[in-house]
């Protein structure tokens, strides 16, 4: 299973994804990623890999803002998760993750 496949992963259910943040506790307030159980499209990426600044970790960014850009015109996946929805992120996820 790819990194991208890993994070799709966690937040393929709707209860497990948030906007606003990168990831929030059982209260639903924000919180560190260690301690999440919601995440966001790139919270959940950055939940998978331990170090960010891998140059993997990069990679898998870049193709997330590709296919949020061939989907939906918006390389920002801040701004697919955060303003088109949990069914636009799972898309957006599933592209990146057929160009591997």
Known sequence: MSKLEAALELI???KNWTTG???RDETDAPCVL???CKFCALGALWKIYVEITTDEYIIDCKKLML???KLFNQSS???VNDS???ESVVQM???AIACL
């Open 77 to 79: 996946i801040a701004r």
């Open 67 to 69: 296919a949020g850009e």
């Open 84 to 86: 088109l929805g949990h």
């Open 93 to 95: 996820y599933q592209e």
């Open 34 to 36: 260690n301690k999440a």
């Open 21 to 23: 943040t990168l990831g």
């Open 12 to 14: 393929l259910d709707p």
